[in-house]
């Protein structure tokens, strides 16, 4: 049945069977269409669009979980292991462009020299990477992987909810992930109780925030992987919805990108640290204040999406948008209007 929607909705009534298709097939050609490039290492973009591919494809397969009859080679297991080979490499990928455009042109010519020796470090890690990259496609395993969903998609099997309408389970596929999203304690770090409400403190100065950092930053890398979770489970379901559920996805992009400069500022400091073994601030203190104010700025942004995720109102107008897809509206509009025209 055909249903006409708003401009924003562009699909039409699916079973949760035909929606679960759909995003297997588009997230598997979209991942191996990347492969022999991948292979060929000429382009880093290459590298990112796979990882982003297989990442979706992993998404779709965990959320349609409950209708899937997948064989075990195409478990989530298996697509997450082949993602995280490609991921260590696309790691190295965002260092080296990071350390080579962002903070080398910035630095004095002392730090500099300190900069390229450790540059020709990554690069020697680099290609310790890619060849487990290439070893990996090149597996039985993951041929297995590619082969066991190809035939999937041939011969598709469900379990026995296939049927349902989409617009029926969105909200029991959305939901669970969201509410995790929300109660996760990261919403809370760097928060005050002051007159039985959360408060976001806003007078931490840098050095206080680095100390937060140190002590409690891996709950904040542990939200960030959440959000991506939860973002790449809501793009599956986008043509469902209008307009303010883009206005969400954005949002928990927003959170993963916030987080995301956070984490990525935190693991070349490490790395750094790790490669001077000495006291960064010392070593390379041109660098090292670089990092902490990249840090810093990326806080101040991600303290104005935790106050606005910390309003219940928010939180609650969220919830009520993915419990009513437009496609549900607009799928009783049809059979009202069908009512009348019967009537008359």
Not at 16 to 38: D, N, P, Q, S
Not at 164 to 192: C, K, M, N, R, Y
Not at 286 to 309: C, I
Request: hydrophobic content about 40%; aromatic content about 8%.
């Amino acid at each position: 049945m055909n249903v006409t929607t708003s401009a924003k909705v562009k699909t039409t009534v699916k079973t949760l069977g035909h929606a679960a298709f759909g995003a297997i097939e588009k997230y598997f050609r979209k991942t191996v269409e990347h492969e022999a490039e991948v292979l060929k290492d000429k382009d880093p973009e290459e590298l990112h669009q796979m990882r982003v591919g297989l990442r979706r494809l992993r998404s779709a397969v965990t959320g349609f979980a409950p209708v899937l009859n997948l064989p075990k080679e195409a478990s989530e297991g298996k697509i997450g292991k082949v993602g995280r080979i490609l991921g260590t490499l696309r790691d190295l990928d965002v260092m080296l462009e990071s350390l080579q455009n962002t903070y080398y042109p910035n630095l004095p010519a002392d730090e500099q020299k300190v900069l390229d020796k450790a540059l020709l470090y990554l690069l020697k890690q680099r290609h310790r990477a890619l060849k487990g990259v290439r070893e990996v496609l090149e597996h039985k395993t993951y041929q297995s992987l590619k082969e066991s969903i190809e035939n999937w998609l041939d011969h598709p099997l469900y379990r026995a909810i296939e049927h349902l309408s989409i617009a029926e389970v969105l909200p029991d596929l959305l939901l669970p992930q969201v509410s995790e999203f929300f109660l996760h304690p990261a919403w809370l770090l760097g928060t005050e109780y002051e007159d039985g409400k959360v408060k976001v403190a806003d007078d931490l100065n840098a050095e206080a925030v680095e100390q937060k950092l140190v002590a409690e930053g891996t709950i904040l890398h542990d939200l960030r992987k959440q959000a991506k979770r939860v973002r790449y489970l809501m793009n599956l379901f986008g043509d469902f919805y209008g307009e303010s559920y883009e206005v969400y996805v954005e949002d928990v992009k927003a959170v993963q990108e916030c987080l995301g400069n956070i984490q990525d500022s935190e693991v070349l400091g490490e790395f750094l640290t790790d490669f001077v073994d000495r006291d960064l601030k010392k070593e390379l203190p041109k660098l090292a204040g670089l990092l902490a104010e990249n840090r810093y700025a990326a806080w101040q942004k991600w303290q104005v999406l935790q106050r606005r995720y910390l309003n219940s109102d928010i939180r609650q107008g969220l919830r009520l948008v993915l419990i009513h897809p437009v496609v549900e509206d607009a799928a009783k509009a049809e059979v009202s209007q069908k009512s009348k025209r019967a009537c008359n």
